[in-house]
């Protein structure tokens, strides 16, 4: 179980490694959607990091190192500076499978004939042919979903990536820990078997689909999206008679509002021809002799959007989710012997 939750902390440690390379270099803002950033950055890192300990590997001994062995039911005298000393039977960890029956002495044709019976019999078995395609679809699942969560939380909230990413880390990935903990706690308190572990699997996986559902209808009015719609309405034609002789067509996104919100894909589709530089370090840019409107200074600070308490109800969901998940890892790792039935 400790193991799992040191490797949820990985993915936290890389959503957090992305954010930092994917931040906006000074003259521009991480608020900019046109902004991309070094997302490839991170890979380069870890891989260089990782080659520390991949040499590290080279200096362990290629075989055991031969120890003085206790006998189990007895003791070892040994004479050491003239005194006796009674060495006890320490105990050992069996590194090996004791529900398999010895198979010494048996020829390559013998092992092969075995091996093909075993996994012959792990494939027939139900219970492992529906856990294969429980984890191929939660997989499929669970990678679309960290994959596009960060775009989503920019396209349709307005976050920005590097922001979005910092929050993956701090609540999704966090939470999945604790819930991994937790599953721990609950499978050895409560000495699961391997039905009732399949049950809280299903249970949890239940309530996770749920909240994951319960996602969809957390929609708000941010900027970018009001955009879209927008252009929905005119096949994504933004040229209107105020800006037709600005040829915007090759524009980037860049949105900008009036003073009254209303949100143009950028200064160029508003029609302005003057650009008014207030701050070249914090990338303050103001825009006026704006064609589509008139007499009025627009700029990013003017576009408000309705999204602030739905990003807090979409990130309550995120925790709770990821918690909910997360106490079905460990009681879905359950397996039983061979000859065990549920």
């Known amino acids: 179980m400790t193991q799992k939750i040191f490797r949820l902390f990985k993915v936290d440690c890389g959503e957090l490694i ?42 362990f001994p290629s075989k055991p190192r031969r120890t003085k062995v206790v006998p189990k039911n007895g003791t070892l005298a040994e004479q050491m500076n003239g005194r006796l000393t009674v060495l006890k039977p320490e105990r050992e960890l069996s590194f090996f499978d004791k529900h398999k029956e010895d198979e010494k002495n048996l020829t390559t044709e013998e092992k092969f004939r075995a091996f093909r019976e075993s996994y012959t019999e792990v494939v027939k078995s139900k219970v492992f042919r529906g856990a294969v395609i429980s984890r191929v679809l939660d997989s499929l699942a669970f990678r679309g979903y960290m994959v596009f969560l960060p775009k989503y939380l920019e396209n349709h909230y307005g976050i920005p990536q590097y922001r979005a990413h910092q929050l993956m880390a701090m609540f999704g990935v966090f939470g999945f820990a604790l819930g991994t903990a937790s599953g721990g706690i609950i499978t050895r308190r409560f000495r699961l078997n391997g039905r009732c572990a399949a049950l809280f699997v299903f249970v949890v996986s239940t309530i996770n689909l749920c909240l994951f559902a319960a996602k969809i209808f957390l929609g708000c009015q941010s900027v970018v999206n009001t955009i879209g719609l927008t252009g929905m309405a005119t096949n994504f034609n933004y040229t209107v008679p105020c800006n037709a002789d600005c040829g915007c067509e090759s524009a980037p996104l860049f949105p900008v509002c009036n003073s009254k919100g209303y949100a143009y894909y950028s200064p160029c589709h508003a029609g302005c021809r003057e650009v008014i530089v207030n701050s070249a370090d914090a990338y303050h840019l103001e825009f006026a002799s704006c064609d589509c409107s008139p007499g009025e200074v627009l700029k990013k600070e003017l576009c408000n959007d309705d999204c602030k308490m739905m990003i807090i109800v979409f990130f309550i969901c995120v925790i709770v989710g990821a918690f909910v998940a997360g106490n079905g890892l460990v009681p879905g790792q359950y397996h039983q012997p061979i000859g065990v039935f549920l």
């Open 18 to 59: 992305k954010s930092k390379s994917i931040s906006a270099p000074p003259g521009l803002t991480a608020k900019d959607p046109t902004w991309i950033g070094a997302w490839w950055l991170g890979f380069l890192i870890v891989s260089i990091l990782l080659i520390v300990p991949s040499c590290a590997l080279f200096f």
